[in-house]
């Protein structure tokens, strides 16, 4: 069984940054020939991607996410990371870490982490 668990939310003030990290493991799981990514959901809002990065290391952004976020992986460490810098109150949301095989199959999920923007 795979497991991912995010962490490095909170309660954060506009303009200031924040490190998400999302560590994977399970028996069967090879991260290295996993793409991982980070989606959000705000209140009331479908969850969107944020960006993905796939097990070669090249990063996708989502339309919101260009300018401010930065993703990144270590395979050693089993552990991808989102960056967030100016942080501003609409990146108040659940952060959630996915894992997709390259060979196919299901996606695993993480529960989420809470970061919430104050202004």
């Known amino acids: 069984q795979v497991q991912l668990v995010e962490s490095g939310g909170g309660l954060v003030q506009t303009e200031g940054s924040l490190r998400l990290s999302c560590v994977a493991s399970?028996?069967?799981?090879?991260?290295?020939?996993?793409?991982m990514g980070w989606y959000r959901q705000a209140p009331g809002k479908q969850r969107e991607l944020v960006a993905f990065?796939?097990?070669?290391?090249?990063?996708h952004y989502g339309d919101s996410a260009k300018v401010r976020f930065t993703i990144s992986r270590d395979d050693f460490k089993n552990t991808v990371y989102l960056t967030i810098n100016n942080l501003k109150p609409e990146d108040t949301a659940v952060y959630y870490c996915?894992?997709?095989?390259?060979?196919?199959?299901?996606?695993?999920w993480g529960k989420g982490t809470l970061v919430t923007v104050s202004s």
């Open positions: 399970g028996d069967t799981f090879d991260i290295n020939t996993n793409a």
């Open positions: 990065i796939t097990s070669g290391g090249k990063a």
């Open positions: 996915q894992a997709r095989s390259d060979y196919g199959g299901i996606d695993y």
